[in-house]
């Protein structure tokens, strides 16, 4: 069974910056595209950004410019450097592996900005 798990979730203070790591394990990782999806309160869950199996970025409207993804094929894990933290940037952010219409998800980790 595919497996995710992200880490590196806490709390920042605004302007701050945090590094997210979601490792996989039981796939072919480097078949996969990646997404980190958030989820506020009361909000949707919204798709930050992906990075495609051939290492194709797109990003969130609201975070480009200061977040980006990456991935590392060799260690199963993708990446998600945030800087410039903002409030509403607060949610549970979550892993999220696509392929071939198969979709996997992590159990998320919390990020909050907060001063």
């Known amino acids: 069974q595919v497996q995710l798990v992200e880490s590196g979730g806490g709390l920042v203070q605004p302007g701050g910056s945090l590094r997210l790591s979601c490792a996989a394990s039981?796939?072919?990782?480097?078949?996969?595209?990646m997404n980190w999806y958030r989820q506020a309160p009361g909000k949707q869950r919204e798709l930050v950004a992906g990075i495609t199996s051939r290492y194709t970025t797109n990003y969130g409207e609201s975070v480009k410019d200061r977040f980006t993804v990456s991935r590392n094929n060799a260690k199963s894990t993708v990446y998600l450097q945030m800087n410039n933290l903002k409030p509403e940037d607060t949610a549970v952010y979550y892993c999220?592996?696509?392929?071939?219409?198969?979709?996997?998800w992590g159990q998320g980790t919390q990020v909050t900005v907060s001063s």
């Open positions: 039981r796939m072919t990782f480097s078949a996969y595209n």
């Open positions: 999220n592996a696509e392929s071939s219409g198969i979709s996997k």
